[in-house]
């Protein structure tokens, strides 16, 4: 049965393929703008940024605490040198000149409106230069461990010349096959955050290699589908990881209470993917930045409902993980 948080409005719902969306105002949470995309946009190219997987994320609900005096509520943090203003990204996702004609560019200038640290996926339709003129916040490049690496240092170069401030290197393999990460680091002065983690023996295996970040998600690989979610997994990553290196994950996460969870969990920052997709969609950059801020919001709101001011206050007594 599926548990509500401390207040999640009921999903917008438009009709799909109509090409009219509602006013902007009029959107509540991340999932409206799912519904606002699916009016938007051909059903197939829909269907490829519909839905994902939220039912680890469901099993988990809140213990609120009354009576907490949280004025002064903050929700900065700093990660690998950068300050933030909130711990949620807008992830890497490529292609999206396919969703908006700005593609990239668009999703960076809202990332940016909204304060937002933004992922550049080595898939992008616009050039690491033309993305990164339109950002303001912190920004890392994505890019696949399977990539050429001739070409991918290239564009690395390009990226941290730009002012990228990490790396993030996608698993496309098992993470103990370490050759294609270390030919993508090596040389390389950016920090490099590894992607694709989905248990505590390749975290170890993340720690030996000299990662400097780890973030919990489906790596894109054959079979990958049939792994445990990145929520299921990020309990015994963070305890390995034992603070030596920042936690990060990915993978259905619609609002600012999914987060929470994430965060009271142990993880440093949650990766917003196909709601950045759906927004970008329907509204382009205005659409991004009304997102991001809607779930920043919905993150202050449910942090205080738990009586906790700031992200260094949250741990697992926040939380309850209910049995499937």
């Excluded at 548990?3 to 009921?10: A, V």
Aim: net charge positive; with cysteine.
């Amino acid at each position: 049965m599926r548990r509500r948080g401390f207040f999640e409005p009921l999903q917008l719902k438009v009709i799909a393929g109509s090409g009219k969306v509602p006013p902007l105002a009029d959107l509540l949470q991340a999932l409206d703008f799912e519904s606002a995309a699916e009016a938007k946009l051909d059903p197939a190219l829909f269907a490829e940024i519909a839905g994902g997987d939220r039912s680890a994320l469901e099993r988990i609900t809140f213990r609120p605490r009354m009576m907490v005096n949280t004025t002064g509520l903050d929700l900065t943090s700093e990660l690998l040198g950068a300050k933030l203003f909130a711990p949620i990204f807008a992830g890497p996702m490529g292609n999206l000149k396919r969703f908006h004609p700005e593609g990239e560019v668009a999703a960076a200038r809202g990332a940016s409106a909204a304060k937002a640290p933004f992922v550049l996926s080595a898939d992008s339709d616009c050039s690491i230069q033309e993305v990164a003129a339109a950002l303001k916040s912190p920004w890392w490049y994505q890019v696949y461990a399977n990539a050429a690496p001739v070409a991918a240092k290239e564009k690395i170069r390009q990226a941290s010349e730009a002012g990228a401030k990490a790396l993030v290197i996608t698993a496309t393999g098992p993470v103990r096959e370490w050759a294609a990460v270390e030919a993508l680091r090596k040389g390389m002065k950016l920090p490099v955050v590894l992607k694709g983690v989905v248990s505590a023996a390749e975290a170890k295996a993340a720690l030996e290699h000299g990662v400097q970040g780890i973030v919990v998600s489906r790596p894109a690989r054959p079979g990958a589908a049939g792994l445990a979610s990145p929520m299921e997994s990020l309990a015994s990553v963070v305890d390995t990881v034992a603070g030596r290196v920042p936690v990060l994950i990915d993978g259905g996460f619609r609002r600012g209470g999914d987060v929470l969870k994430a965060l009271a969990t142990g993880a440093s920052a949650v990766l917003l993917g196909r709601p950045v997709v759906w927004a970008l969609s329907a509204y382009g950059a205005e659409g991004v930045q009304s997102m991001l801020e809607t779930t920043q919001t919905d993150l202050a709101r449910d942090m205080a409902m738990c009586g906790k001011v700031n992200l260094k206050a949250l741990d697992r007594t926040v939380i309850r993980v209910h049995k499937a």
